[in-house]
């Protein structure tokens, strides 16, 4: 993959949100990575457990493939935003030891949410500027990224603290993807 950033104008405009939104995702996946492995560990069902660090591995692999497109772009991660990250990410990741089963998936399901949006935008951009290799991958992280909000808010679907939690916090699960949900 071979991505020249020589421009002018909009064009560097472009590179620069497109450099910052992948480096907030950069940061934002060693969060996420970090809470789902206290998630997983909170876990009591096996099945919910072993999905928890399915979409953990996923945080880390779509970290991996931002640095890379960090590296392409000649950019690097911002030290003092993975420090932040990676201390929220652990401080959540013991919270789902104290928070009960609802909160940690609600919140993972809202992360998601985030996720996705983040991917799509830096898709966007990358497609403004031509960088197809680019808009394949970010793509193809959007999709996971989904299926993460998905599952997670299948979970949540039907729970009671759910109406409350859309009053509070504003994020709905998207329409159900899969079949199971949690019995209350």
Known sequence: MVFHVVMAGDEQE??????????DAHAGELAAAYAYRGHA?????????SEVLRIEEAEWHHRNMVAMLLDVLG??????????MGSIGRF?????????????MYAA????????GQYESARDIADKLGWDAAVARLEEMTIEEDRHEKWFGDRCRGHW???????????????????AT???
């Open 109 to 116: 399901g809202r992360l998601e949410a985030t996720n996705v």
């Open 14 to 23: 472009f590179t620069d949100a497109l450099i910052r939104i992948l480096q």
């Open 161 to 179: 603290m759910l109406p409350f939690a859309v009053r509070m916090f504003g994020w709905q699960p998207p329409p159900a993807a899969y079949s």
């Open 75 to 84: 950019a690097r991660p911002r030290r003092r935003r993975e420090l932040l």
């Open 182 to 184: 949690r019995p209350e």
């Open 41 to 49: 560990r909170s876990l009591r069902q096996p099945d919910e457990k």
């Open 92 to 104: 959540f990741g013991t919270l789902c030891f104290v928070g009960g089963w609802f909160g940690p």
